[in-house]
């Protein structure tokens, strides 16, 4: 095979390229424990799970039990989103009472009634830009970014023909008013951890 030949034969995979596929060979990757991938965009993004990233994500899943069964909780669990090879596995997401699996066994994004994502270094351009906007085309009714290394969450609500039309800002240790969604709480940060 010449170099020609090579790069054709990946130009048609390319073209065939699913994201089933793209899980599949991340399967069967040596990725070492702890470390968490997505496909965002066709990209595959790999990052280590680290104690502030954990807490936080820990810290709104122990919150969301109190009103919400554990069922309806997910954590890092592959769900495909709207837009060009989007496999995501959220910090946090809240799938509705009445969700159901498709038939390969996933939860789908229709049924996503809340997201919450812990920023890191190496991924926060995709949760606040290309991850927030499949978001917003699913219609999620409410997204969350919880970041460490501004000591800030944003609350992203009403979503409305593929972007969200409110953001709300909250420093860490302010308590944030999600009564007015159909979270129906008020999530307490006073213990989330900065990096």
Do not use: C
């Amino acid at each position: 095979m010449t170099v020609v030949d090579d790069r054709i034969e990946m130009a048609e995979i390319g073209a065939k390229l699913t994201l089933d596929m793209m899980f599949e060979w991340l399967e069967r990757m040596p990725v070492p424990e702890g470390i968490k991938t997505e496909i965002v965009g066709g990209h595959i993004f790999m990052s280590p799970q680290r104690n502030t990233h954990w807490a936080i994500t820990f810290g709104i899943l122990t919150q969301l039990s109190t009103r919400f069964s554990i069922e309806r909780q997910k954590s890092d669990v592959r769900i495909d989103y709207p837009g060009h090879l989007n496999g995501f596995a959220s910090d946090v997401t809240l799938v509705s009472e009445d969700a159901v699996m498709n038939d390969k066994g996933q939860w789908r994004h229709e049924d996503v009634e809340f997201v919450a994502e812990v920023i890191s270094k190496s991924t926060a351009t995709n949760d606040y830009g290309p991850k927030k906007a499949a978001y917003a085309a699913a219609n999620v009714p409410v997204y969350l970014i919880a970041d460490p290394y501004q000591g800030r969450i944003y609350v992203h609500t009403d979503p409305k023909e593929g972007e969200y039309t409110t953001e709300s800002k909250y420093g860490f240790g302010e308590d944030i008013d999600l009564t007015n969604t159909l979270l129906e709480l008020t999530l307490k940060t006073d213990a989330f951890p900065r990096d």
